[in-house]
């Protein structure tokens, strides 16, 4: 194969995925039904610092005194009964909101949130924003805070609410050029679950050093293995594994089969969405969903070739062949009801001085193929299936031999003479 570029793990932490920049899930948007009985409802959201939260639309009616007349989320102006009331202000069964630690419960007697609290804010009808705030998000009635007598209240009220949620943190690992010592970031993958805990999301960020490596190739087409003048389908591919515990509930790939040859459209080799397209920033992701009963997840990342050229042309130390690498490794656990996602940087192919010579390709191969396997049930194969086995010349295999194989899956299986490497299997 022609190779576009070639990536390597260094020593690393995991970290957050950009201190400057919070990256947000999709916006939601609910509407939430409050009822005057129990006086507060909860919204079902655990808010984060970061996240924003806009009420809007309220509408609907509910009344304090059993059979009285019905009034608005702007509540009924009562003066004399703000002894009563949440947030003393004289609007009784106005709509209130109020953030509070997960696990306490507002409705609780004795009363657990003071009158007046900072944490409690008035909605009513109008458009109010929130921010800056962490804890579980309750809606209210502004009544009964000392009575208790909840026994008289009716109605509802139904408000809109509109929320841009920070992403959980994804977990990073720094991937540099393989073939020097020098740390060159190329390529940023991490992985995170969406914060519902029903979508695992792969993403590939651009290191600050690809260009300097990437030798003119486009990130794109390095990522998806297509638009190069190569036709060339290397690319990264991911490789999932969930289980329940101990039986396999879902295996996932974004690889496409290697069967036929997969033509030279930009993501030909590997499914990817665009993020991001602005350099230095250019940024991938591939979601899949998380079935309701998984309880572990084993994810694999492969760059199906790091070398450039063929196996016909790997002799001695020059540096040719095809050999994948593992680019990027991470076990997801759910515990008490919370994923913990670490990274796995001994898994990744560590660097090296110089590329390798071609008697070493086939351990590091094997090695691909051994780790894919065991943590996701995939099979990682040559492209074509006919170089299997084959990582360099020999007397027995030279060098026509080789090059008879690859022609002759041109135009079948593979795009071209430069289009070989090995691709996760799909099927």
């Not at 070493?360 to 099979?379: E, N």
């Amino acid at each position: 194969m022609k190779s576009t570029i070639a990536f390597v793990a260094i020593a690393f932490a995991c970290v957050t995925d950009g201190a400057a920049r919070a990256d947000f899930e999709p916006p939601v948007t609910q509407s939430i039904a409050v009822t005057a009985a129990p006086l507060w409802t909860d919204s079902g959201y655990l808010l984060r610092a970061g996240d924003h939260v806009t009420f809007s639309g309220a509408a609907g009616a509910w009344t304090w005194g059993g059979g009285g007349p019905l009034f608005g989320p702007d509540g009924d102006p009562q003066p004399g009964l703000t002894w009563d009331e949440w947030i003393t202000d004289g609007q009784h069964g106005q709509l209130i909101g109020v953030v509070l630690p997960d696990g306490v419960d507002p409705n609780a007697v004795p009363r657990v949130v003071a009158q007046n609290d900072p944490a409690l804010f008035v909605i009513g009808s109008g458009t109010i924003d929130l921010t800056g705030v962490s804890g579980r998000l309750w809606l209210g009635f502004n009544d009964d805070y000392q009575s208790l007598a909840t026994g008289d209240n009716a109605g509802a009220i139904v408000v809109l609410l509109t929320l841009l949620l920070v992403q959980n943190e994804c977990v990073k690992i720094d991937f540099a050029y393989p073939f020097n010592l020098k740390n060159d970031i190329v390529l940023k993958p991490c992985v995170f679950l969406d914060r519902a805990g029903i979508e695992l999301i792969i993403r590939i960020d651009e290191g600050p050093a690809f260009n300097g490596y990437a030798d003119g190739f486009d990130f794109f087409s390095v990522i998806g293995g297509g638009a190069n003048k190569y036709m060339d389908t290397d690319s990264a591919q991911a490789a999932v594994r969930m289980t329940d515990g101990s039986q396999t509930v879902k295996q996932v790939t974004n690889a496409n089969s290697p069967a036929t040859a997969r033509g030279n459209d930009l993501f030909a080799a590997a499914r990817w969405t665009k993020k991001m397209e602005t350099r230095p920033n250019r940024r991938v992701e591939w979601p899949t969903s998380v079935p309701a009963r998984v309880r572990h997840i084993d994810v694999a990342l492969v760059y199906t070739d790091l070398l450039f050229s063929t196996p016909a042309d790997a002799e001695g130390e020059n540096g040719y062949g095809d050999m994948p690498g593992i680019i990027g490794s991470w076990t997801l656990d759910l515990k008490a009801g919370t994923w913990n996602v670490v990274a796995n940087p001994g898994d990744t192919l560590q660097p090296a001085k110089k590329q390798p010579a071609a008697k070493d390709i086939p351990a590091q191969v094997a090695a691909v193929q051994k780790l894919v396997k065991d943590k996701t049930g995939y099979d990682v194969i040559a492209r074509p299936i006919g170089l299997k086995g084959i990582s360099f010349p020999t007397k027995e295999i030279p060098v026509p031999m080789i090059k008879d194989i690859i022609a002759a899956a041109v135009g079948k299986a593979i795009n071209g003479k430069y289009d070989t490497g090995f691709d996760v299997n799909p099927m």
